[in-house]
């Protein structure tokens, strides 16, 4: 349901910005848990960006909002943040893991994170 139109978004971001490559100072000596701490703030960043997008969209007030649809309608304009993240994950993990961590682990919880965020917005 989200995958195809997200690879599609991808595919056109990873062309029209192509990949970031700078090598951070001792990343091959960091632990797995200090590589996620130092990309926790990218995948945060890229997160709220797209909640705020998410919730903005005039259809996110209507009673059955396609989530999965705002999600993917909500890319384009968070195209600087997932990028980013993309990329520091690349860094960090190695090239390839950051499309792979989009495309997979952060896909499948980001409905329920933007859900989260936007309903604690509201409070």
């Not at 690879?7 to 970031?20: D, N």
């Not at 951070?24 to 797209?50: F, H, Y």
């Not at 996110?60 to 304009?77: M, N, R, Y």
Request: proline content about 7%; some cysteine.
């Amino acid at each position: 349901m989200l995958m195809a139109p997200l690879a599609g978004v991808m595919l056109v971001v990873s062309v029209a910005t192509g990949p970031v490559v700078v090598e951070p100072q001792g990343s091959l000596s960091m632990t797995a848990r200090q590589k996620t701490a130092a990309v926790e703030p990218l995948i945060k960043s890229a997160t709220e960006c797209i909640a705020r997008a998410v919730a903005a969209d005039p259809r996110f007030g209507t009673s059955a909002p396609d989530l999965g649809q705002l999600i993917v309608d909500s890319i384009a304009g968070c195209v600087a943040p997932v990028r980013a993240m993309i990329d520091g994950y690349d860094r960090y993990f190695g090239d390839g893991t950051g499309e792979a961590f989009f495309m997979g682990p952060y896909l499948d919880v980001l409905p329920s994170a933007v859900t989260k965020w936007v309903a604690d917005a509201v409070r």
